[in-house]
Structures are given as C-alpha cells and as structure tokens.
C-alpha cells in the first residue's frame, strides 16, 4: 500500500508539473527543447558594464526543471534597455529520475541552490563592480533566493544599507508552498524525509517536496516573516496559474523596512491566459518585471 501511494504521488505530481516543466516552454529554431548549456541571448557577457540609469546587474533565476533558457524572452529584452543581464543553471541533482534528463535543472536541496546562487550572484558583482544586484525569479526560484537572501548573505542583517539584493521580482513563486492541485496531500510534509515525500523525490527531485504546503523547509524559510529589510520586492501572481496553487499563496507580507508590490497579471492585462510555466515570456510579465526594475519604465496595456 506504501509504494502505491508513493506511486500515487509521484504521477499525480508529474500531472500537475507537465514533463519537463518550464523548460518545455522554450523551444530553439529547431523545435528542440534547449538543454541550458548556452545562454539566452543577451546574458552572460562578462565584459558588460553597468550605466548610471541601470547601475544594477540582473541575476535571472529559474524554476523547478528549468534552466537559463527559460529566460530566452526576458534576457534581450532586458539588455536591449540596457541593463547587464546574467543567467545561470542551478540545482542539478541526477539522483531523481526527472533530475537526471538533459537540460533539466532545479531538482535538487533548495539550501544547496540558494548557495550556487550565491556563488554566482559574487562572480557577477566581481566582473561588474557593483555593490548591488537585482533578482528576477520564476517559481522556485524565488524561494532559491529568499533562501539565499536570508541565510546565505544576500543582505545585510546589520545595516541593510548594504544589501547585495536591493529588488527581487518574482513571477509565480511557491513562497508559501504548494497545493499542487490538491494532490500535495499525497505528499508527507516532512521535506522529503518522510517515505512517500522521499519517493516523490526519487522521481521529481527533493526540491520538488520541500515545496509542498506545510514543508519543513518552508516552514523554517519563512519562521521570522515574509521579508528582508531594504529590500524591494515585487510579487507577479496569474489568476490561471496551474502549479502554485492556489495563485494568491505567492503574495508576500512586508515586514520592516522592506517594501512589497503584490501584482495580479490580469490586473494589468485581463486578457493574458499565461500558466505557469509561460509567465516568464508573458509581454504583460516581462512590462510588469520592467517597472519593477524601472519605475519610471513605461508601456502600453498588455504589454504593447
């Protein structure tokens, strides 16, 4: 009966996810999925250096199963405006049968993540001087860098002045966990210790239970509040958003000293049927990620 319902959860959650998560969502000239070992247009030029209107470089983190190519839309379109823009692939963990597919990152301990992020967002600060970076994260990745924020020194907890992350946008984020459609329940909370929770992980990755409502991974992210001081952040939901679930739950709650713009998708275009996994190439997204990193950023409804 245990590997049933093992067995159970683990279907059930592909269902929900689709094969390949986001990463399907990119697709080359070729009609091939890429496999992240490239990045997107735009991204990744050591050389760049940032302006006085865009002093900040932009770190684009990922989901679950994605890679850097998830960002295929966003990156150019951020670097045509002239910010330094940098993308990278984290999480790999071949030890899950989906972890262990081509091109597919984000599978492995969200800890583990947060510090590879950290890593990466010092050799961007190192090629570009700056003091600062903003991030832009879809689905886990959002929680890769509040993870990363909050115990891996991406901000300051003494003067906040000092911040590494001074913005942190984030599209469709499991900041509060996942129903997953309801089926979460077939999932124990015990951030993939548990035996079903650690058969979900054998197939889908240990990131994809500790994102399940009620993880303790979760629960310990999230103890002392929602948010960092002297951070901005700017939380982009979508009323049709087939994997956090349900969408509200990635809202944030300021705490002290942090500003937080919670932002439903169809308040700005209501005709934009992105799911999750095509948020991060919406138009009415990618406007709503470009304000966020601009206020004075401006364009039509819907992206136009």
């Known amino acids: 009966m245990r590997s049933l319902v093992v067995l159970c959860a683990a279907v059930s959650l592909c269902a929900v996810f689709g094969f390949g998560g986001a990463a399907a969502e990119s697709l080359g000239p070729d009609g091939a999925v890429p496999d992240g070992s490239l990045p997107p247009p735009g991204a990744n030029d050591w050389h760049c250096a940032p302006t006085a209107v865009h002093p900040d470089p932009v770190v684009l983190v990922h989901g679950t199963w994605g890679n ?10 951020l670097k045509s405006h002239g910010y330094c823009v940098f993308t990278l692939n984290y999480g ?37 001087t700056s003091e600062h970076v903003d991030l832009v994260a879809h689905s886990q990745g959002g929680i890769v860098a509040r993870q990363y924020m909050r115990f891996d020194d991406g901000v300051d907890h003494v003067d906040p002045r000092h911040n590494t992350v001074r913005r942190l946008v984030m599209i469709g984020a ?12 077939l999932a124990s909370t015990g951030s993939a210790s548990g035996p079903v929770a650690g058969g979900v992980a054998r197939v889908l990755g240990v990131a994809a239970a500790q994102q399940v409502v009620g993880s303790r991974f979760l629960a310990h992210l999230n103890a002392d509040g929602d948010t960092e ?8 939901a979508s009323r049709v958003d ?25 308040a700005v275009c209501a005709n934009d049927t992105a799911e999750h996994a095509e948020l991060p190439q919406s138009p009415t997204v990618i406007r709503i990620v470009q304000r966020a990193l601009d206020p004075a950023y401006s364009a039509g409804a819907c992206g136009d």
Do not use: M
């Open 68 to 77: 850097q190519n998830n960002w295929d839309v966003l990156a150019p379109e």
């Open 174 to 185: 499991t900041n509060h966990g996942t129903t997953f459609k309801d089926v979460g329940f």
């Open 229 to 236: 001081p002297g951070v901005d952040y700017t939380v982009i």
């Open 92 to 128: 790999r963990d071949p030890g899950s049968a989906l972890g262990a597919e081509p091109g597919v990152y984000g599978t492995g301990d969200i800890q583990a993540s947060a510090r590879e992020l950290g890593a990466f967002v010092e050799k961007v600060r190192a090629a570009t």
């Open 242 to 266: 087939d994997v956090t679930t349900p969408p509200e739950s990635t809202f944030l709650r300021p705490g002290p000293r942090a500003v937080v713009d919670n932002v439903w998708v169809q």
